[in-house]
């Protein structure tokens, strides 16, 4: 059975950081990477960042560029989303979840989401 548990969100002050992790478990067929997503109340789910099982390649959204940065340790079985220098704007919740391609973005498995709150 394959599970993508979040955990790392929280409340931070503007300017803030917060490291999310995404541990996952089971065998993942049909992923090529893993990828960050968001959404804040009222709005559509959207793109964050992702990265290749390979950490080789990466990709972010323009509006989280130089601030966010996401890796991944293959023993561990993790993902992280290092979030810096946090806006209100970046306030959602954020999904990990297992992707075809970091191209294509097609979702194969999703996360249940954490919670980032950022105040002003």
């Known amino acids: 059975q394959v599970q993508l548990v979040e955990s790392g969100g929280g409340l931070v002050q503007a300017g803030g950081s917060l490291r999310l992790s995404c541990a996952t478990s089971?065998?993942?067929?049909?992923?090529?990477?893993m990828g960050w997503f968001r959404q804040a109340p009222g709005k559509e789910r959207e793109f964050v960042a992702a990265i290749t099982w390979s950490g080789a390649t990466t990709r972010y959204v323009d509006s989280v560029k130089d601030r966010f940065t996401i890796s991944r340790d293959n023993v561990k079985n993790t993902v992280y989303l290092q979030m810096n220098s946090l806006k209100p704007e970046d306030t959602a919740v954020y999904y990990c979840a297992a992707i075809s391609g970091i191209a294509t973005l097609k979702i194969v498995y999703w996360g249940q989401g954490t919670q980032v709150t950022v105040s002003s």
């Open positions: 089971g065998r993942i067929f049909g992923s090529n990477g």
